[in-house]
DNA sequence: CGACGGTAGATTGTCTACAGTATGTGATCG
DNA sequence: CGATCACATACTGTAGACAATCTACCGTCG
């Protein structure tokens, strides 16, 4: 028992360092998703290691998880390639991922609270507006922020932890087309956040389905112009 | 070009030990799955390597592999330890494990060819006949064969190996629970093996939705069995 | 008798060194 | 001139060693 009970997060934590591996596979990490390392690239260890300041093995322990998660290739006994995403890989992953979002619509409006709720409604406002701004950058991470509030309200730490490594994934192999679908995505925001209020699991994921696979056609619609290229 | 032609699958590929961490690897989750290690258990770094005879390292290695997909719980500077699951998380798990195989099902009677349609009939039988003769051990490795074809056959490749994680830990959390649903399951399978041939997506999915439903409920009255020693 | 501080043991985190293997290049032979 | 073989190179795979950190226990003080 503590002698003083201490205001929630009144302590700072005081930043750990924390493990080698973690902040260089944070580091490789946003080297490959901002495309820094493009894909097919070989990554070498000791050059990694000697350009982060750090030894092989922090290196290597990163590369591995990189792999295990899909990010990188690793041939065995020549090392590690920026992995490159095949077409029908991605359109399997977009399609994984509308059946994640769907589910955690189901979820969503079976669990939210209506403080939940009102959280959505905040959010979906913040983008409106930013939309209306043509803030690409604060659109994209709300609507990040949106899609990530549904998976907490859904109440199911599995299902998303699936959705959040599917959703990071699909990002990256879609980043190269901006893309921006403007007013019309949060207006199907606000039709799932209606269907969540009213407790219905059936219109919440044909909804969110709806929602997914127009994302998708936009994705694929940008990604076949720069097809061209 | 080769001066030969080779017969398919005429190679021996001369058994590559293959990297010692892939070695290590499969001996844990061996360990792991089969409860030799016990959830909650601590796991050694060096013990574990001098068992096994080898360094240090590729331990480490198979370990944060093993920690990624959920099997041991890494606490910083603490080590390894076997993961407990909690009653919630296997239910969640159970969860997505019922959505995956749906979605598969609703694949595969898209795109199932009619020599695929008929490995699943093989499959069947085979475990039709093992019921009869109470087999446990047949019965088991046939249903996740039919399963995993099941998968295959959507030919979504994303999707399965999620579902296979998912799967294996499901079949970890429930295995002290002996399951046994007899010719009930089987007859089940039968009934998803017509909706795929009829090319009938809806009724696939909620054929393999019920499925898994009654799997779960059959795990779960033998958890709660257990739950009271 | 309870709480605090110090010390010892053990374990992880990291670095350096060595061995094994695949790749690319150049010389040699047909 | 083309193909093949041998060599050199570079990188990964593995092992061993050192430093930092956490846990547990014990003695001491209030």
Not at 73 to 94: M, Y
Not at 134 to 161: I, P, Q, R, W, Y
């Amino acid at each position: 028992m503590l002698s003083a009970e201490l205001p929630q997060g009144a302590v700072p934590k005081l930043e750990r360092p924390g493990p080698l591996r973690e902040r260089v596979y944070e580091a490789l990490l946003e080297l490959i998703t901002s495309r820094t390392l493009p894909p097919g690239q070989h990554l070498v260890e000791s050059e990694l290691a000697g350009q982060l300041g750090v030894s092989r093995q922090p290196v290597r322990e990163a590369l591995q998880r990189l792999s295990n998660e899909g990010w990188v290739d690793l041939r065995p006994a020549q090392g590690a390639f920026v992995h490159a995403p095949t077409d029908e890989e991605a359109d399997q992953l977009l399609t994984v991922r509308t059946l994640l979002e769907a589910e955690a619509a189901r979820l969503a409006a079976a669990n939210a609270t209506s403080a939940g709720i009102r959280e959505l409604e905040a959010l979906c406002a913040v983008g409106e507006e930013a939309a209306r701004r043509e803030d690409v950058e604060t659109v994209v991470d709300t609507n990040a922020a949106f899609h990530s509030k549904v998976m907490e309200l859904a109440g199911n730490a599995v299902l998303a932890e699936l959705a959040a490594r599917v959703d990071q994934r699909v990002r990256w192999y879609y980043t190269p087309v901006a893309r921006q679908r403007g007013a019309r995505s949060w207006q199907e925001h606000r039709e799932l956040i209606a269907a969540i209020t009213d407790r219905d699991e059936q219109r919440a994921t044909g909804v969110m389905r709806t929602h997914t696979e127009h994302t998708r056609a936009s994705y694929q619609s940008h990604s076949w112009e720069e097809g061209q290229g």
